[in-house]
């Protein structure tokens, strides 16, 4: 099934209405995240009643939706109705979402996340976890944009080199009682790179974030990744797979200058799980203990 299905169908999902209430009414005004739940089971019913104008009205006209399987950017309120329509004319199917969190970043900015499955019949139902960013304009939350991850399931075609690292798409969390840190892994549009993104939180604060890209070296003949964090740290890796681990040798130059190593093990338990540790740790010529293996699960 076309993906840019799956894409527009679950993950315009977190729309708000403020119900008509304007700002300076304080008394009346609802609270935005119940809000927001109400208005995702309007537009779960209104998807399953093939009702694309009542959809597409729950973009805001300045809407820009980003197919990442083909590139193709579908912009504005009354192009993405069309979408949805002919989607729709296509094969209908029945959806359903499962929201994780909704957060509001000020008070006109809300994000969402969650899995949507889109069960067309006759077919593997498709999964997705997504972010939904929304905006409040003249009382009414609106769908701004959006980001899509597939959840596990054959790698595209022109994964290539990358195919065997296809279990890393989703979302993943390692936890203790003094911090988490949260992955969420991704296509790159052309499927030729793993576009991964990492937080590590402290007592429900941020510490340290960053971006890692994975992708084919053509001319090493390797795997390689760059890693690029919020303090100004950047690093490489180079990947060789032993059996069912990824071993991981890498260099990075700390945001003040000094130069670090290690080698980093992911060991794959199934698809729902991993292990991870970090040996040979060497920091400005002083090896460092080493970080015990730690279990790494799916949201």
Same mark, same amino acid.
């Given at each position: 099934?076309?993906?840019?299905?799956?894409?527009?169908?679950?993950?315009?999902?977190?729309?708000?209405?403020?119900?008509?209430?304007?700002?300076?009414?304080?008394?009346?005004?609802?609270?935005?995240?119940?809000?927001?739940?109400?208005?995702?089971?309007?537009?779960?019913?209104?998807?399953?009643?093939?009702?694309?104008?009542?959809?597409?009205?729950?973009?805001?006209?300045?809407?820009?939706?980003?197919?990442?399987?083909? /590139?193709?950017?579908?912009?504005?309120?009354?192009?993405?109705?069309?979408?949805?329509?002919?989607?729709?004319?296509? @094969?209908?199917?029945?959806?359903?979402?499962?929201?994780?969190?909704?957060?509001?970043?000020?008070?006109?900015?809300?994000?969402?996340?969650?899995?949507?499955?889109?069960?067309?019949?006759?077919?593997?139902?498709?999964?997705?976890?997504?972010?939904?960013?929304?905006?409040?304009?003249?009382?009414?939350?609106?769908?701004?944009?959006?980001?899509?991850?597939?959840?596990?399931?054959?790698?595209? !075609?022109?994964?290539?080199?990358?195919?065997?690292?296809?279990?890393?798409?989703?979302?993943?969390?390692?936890?203790?009682?003094?911090?988490?840190?949260?992955?969420?892994?991704?296509?790159?549009?052309?499927?030729?790179?793993?576009?991964?993104?990492?937080?590590?939180? @402290?007592?429900?604060?941020?510490?340290?974030?960053?971006?890692? =890209?994975?992708?084919?070296? !053509?001319?090493?003949?390797?795997?390689?990744?760059?890693?690029?964090?919020?303090?100004?740290? =950047?690093?490489?890796?180079?990947?060789?797979?032993? /059996?069912?681990?990824?071993?991981?040798?890498?260099?990075?130059?700390?945001?003040? /200058?000094?130069?670090?190593?290690?080698?980093?093990?992911?060991?794959?338990?199934?698809?729902?799980?991993?292990?991870?540790?970090?040996?040979?740790?060497?920091?400005? /010529?002083?090896?460092?203990?080493?970080?015990?293996?730690?279990?790494?699960?799916?949201?």
């Amino acid at each position: 099934m076309n993906m840019l299905r799956i894409l527009l169908l679950t993950l315009g999902l977190g729309l708000a209405s403020a119900g008509g209430v304007r700002g300076d009414d304080p008394v009346a005004k609802p609270d935005p995240v119940e809000a927001i739940r109400a208005r995702i089971e309007q537009y779960v019913a209104a998807y399953n009643s093939q009702d694309a104008k009542a959809l597409a009205g729950c973009w805001s006209e300045e809407a820009v939706y980003l197919d990442p399987a083909s /590139g193709e950017e579908v912009k504005g309120r009354e192009a993405i109705g069309a979408k949805f329509a002919g989607l729709f004319a296509d @094969a209908p199917g029945s959806l359903t979402v499962d929201v994780d969190a909704i957060r509001l970043v000020t008070p006109d900015v809300a994000i969402e996340d969650g899995t949507a499955v889109l069960d067309a019949g006759g077919e593997e139902p498709e999964v997705s976890s997504y972010v939904a960013v929304h905006v409040l304009k003249e009382g009414q939350w609106y769908l701004d944009s959006v980001r899509e991850t597939q959840l596990p399931g054959s790698p595209p !075609p022109e994964a290539g080199e990358l195919a065997e690292l296809a279990w890393l798409v989703g979302e993943w969390l390692d936890e203790d009682e003094q911090a988490s840190i949260h992955t969420r892994c991704r296509w790159a549009k052309n499927h030729r790179f793993l576009l991964s993104d990492f937080a590590v939180l @402290a007592e429900d604060r941020l510490e340290l974030a960053g971006t890692q =890209i994975i992708g084919w070296d !053509p001319g090493a003949k390797a795997i390689r990744s760059w890693i690029f964090d919020s303090e100004g740290g =950047i690093g490489q890796g180079r990947w060789r797979r032993v /059996g069912n681990q990824w071993i991981v040798d890498v260099k990075s130059t700390l945001s003040d /200058g000094t130069k670090a190593s290690a080698v980093n093990v992911y060991t794959l338990r199934d698809d729902d799980s991993f292990t991870w540790k970090s040996t040979d740790r060497v920091v400005a /010529g002083q090896q460092e203990p080493d970080v015990d293996e730690v279990l790494v699960v799916r949201k």
